[in-house]
């Protein structure tokens, strides 16, 4: 998650000798500090490009580029933050340096979630796509699958209802693509005590 604590400006336009500069200052986020130019508004609220240079680790070299509208030292308002040594972009409302609202991340791994966030966490209704075209679309809580929502199999089965901890929990169907189903209760991802099931002829067991 993003850092909470503001940084003190590193640098302004007004202690540049050229004024005809825009300012350069410091922001935090994600426990990095972005340094750039702002491109419209004041050192305490505008919009921006800021960047952040890896230093260690696998990613040395690379750079961690917000774009986007920000105030007292925090990514605030909306931007877009790309993180080239994984391919991350991320597209939205921010709120002191997190992502709140609706909003777009892509990944390098080619997954996609697009809704709700809270507090920089997928938070709400929301869409997530994997790579080889499965998706989940429904309630998220602390980035995790919890409450309603379907998931479609890149087989072409899906499930429709509950869960819980990221994994089907509850009350829910599963339709399998040979076209059998089973409706009933689930618990990390298992069946679980009462259900109906049908096979793809029509015969039907309940138990």
Not at 22 to 37: N, Q, R, S, W
Not at 38 to 48: S, W
Not at 56 to 84: M, N, P
Not at 110 to 127: A, D, L, V
Request: charged share 30%.
């Amino acid at each position: 998650d993003a850092a909470t604590v503001p940084v003190e400006e590193v640098e302004t336009g007004e202690d540049n000798d050229d004024q005809s500069l825009p300012p350069i200052i410091a922001l935090h986020a994600y426990e990095k500090l972005f340094v750039g130019f702002v491109l419209d508004g004041n050192v305490k609220k505008g919009k921006g490009s800021f960047s952040h240079v890896v230093e260690t680790g696998e990613h040395k070299g690379k750079s961690i580029v917000y774009q986007g509208e920000f105030a007292d030292g925090f990514f605030e308002g909306h931007g877009s933050l790309r993180d080239q040594g994984r391919g991350y972009v991320s597209e939205g409302q921010w709120n002191q340096s997190k992502l709140y609202g609706h909003c777009k991340q892509t990944f390098g791994n080619g997954t996609m979630y697009e809704g709700e966030m809270k507090n920089g966490m997928r938070y709400g209704h929301g869409t997530y796509t994997e790579a080889d075209g499965e998706r989940y679309e429904g309630e998220w809580k602390e980035n995790e699958k919890d409450g309603q929502g379907t998931y479609i199999f890149a087989d072409g089965g899906r499930y429709e209802g509950e869960w819980k901890n990221h994994m089907m929990t509850g009350n829910g169907k599963r339709v399998y693509k040979d076209g059998e189903i089973y409706e009933g209760n689930w618990k990390d991802n298992e069946l679980d005590g009462h259900g109906t099931y049908i096979e793809a002829n029509g015969n039907r067991y309940e138990g």
